[in-house]
């Protein structure tokens, strides 16, 4: 996946590109905002984003890093990651409210980040940028999720979900075996923070194991979070 690391201090950009490499992203890096942009013109020619990710830094030296993100979401779907040291609600739900996808405080740990840029960059797939039309399902098992129609089946037939279950039952299969913290789950989810949420949580994971018909398919991990297990791994004989 191509990345653009949008960060004007050079020191911290060398030190994430390196690690993003590692895990085989195609960095560029933009140092303001007027480079970050440029770097995003090609799609106001009708063409598709060449990026699959933006990691916005707010701090940047020509412009705010919010009207950045702004100028960004007129030009294209692109997901947009805000990483700052902002770390006040006000500043997260303003970022949000201007069409960021996540928002990640400093100092941040490496693996959530990559997991975050994961789960956008998933997100989009079926999108205005993916350009893909039947393409965008997830299949495990007899359950197939189509993420442009957000439809789900079993054994093709029609689940009706809500719109939280749906994102949540999407969210877990787009990384199956993966465990998923539940401070993770509410920030990708209902985009806010774990206090008072957990019940919710809750309440939501046991109607899918219901609606789905399936109560192995998402196990707790205790004290930890959830993880989707693919149905042939809990198949007897």
């Known amino acids: 996946m191509r990345l653009l690391l949008v960060e004007d201090d050079d020191h911290v950009a060398a030190a994430l590109a390196a690690v993003l490499a590692r895990h085989g992203f195609e960095v560029t890096h933009a140092r303001s905002g007027e480079e970050a942009l440029q770097a995003l013109l090609p799609v106001t020619d009708g063409t598709k984003s060449p990026y699959g990710v933006v990691l916005l830094d707010l701090g940047l030296p020509d412009q705010d890093g919010y009207a ?118 509410i920030s990708e989810v209902w985009r806010t923070s774990w206090e008072g949420t957990g019940r919710t949580l809750e309440v939501h994971v046991a109607s899918l194991r219901s609606k789905l018909r399936m109560p192995a398919l998402i196990e707790t991990v205790r004290g930890v979070g959830y993880r989707l297990v693919a149905p042939a791994a809990h198949q007897g004989p």
């Open 68 to 185: 950045v993100c702004g100028k960004i979401r007129k030009l294209c779907s692109t997901p947009v990651i805000m990483v700052t040291a902002r770390a006040d609600v006000r500043s997260r739900i303003h970022g949000l409210n201007l069409g960021a996808d996540d928002y990640v405080t400093k100092p941040y740990d490496t693996g959530e980040l990559l997991a975050r840029i994961h789960a956008v960059s998933r997100r989009n797939v079926g999108g205005e940028e993916s350009g893909q039309g039947g393409g965008d399902s997830l299949r495990l098992g007899p359950v197939t999720i189509e993420l442009s129609t957000r439809r789900v089946t079993v054994d093709d037939a029609p689940i009706q979900l809500t719109r939280k279950e749906f994102d949540l039952l999407a969210l877990l299969a787009q990384r199956p075996g993966v465990v998923f913290r539940r401070e993770q789950i």
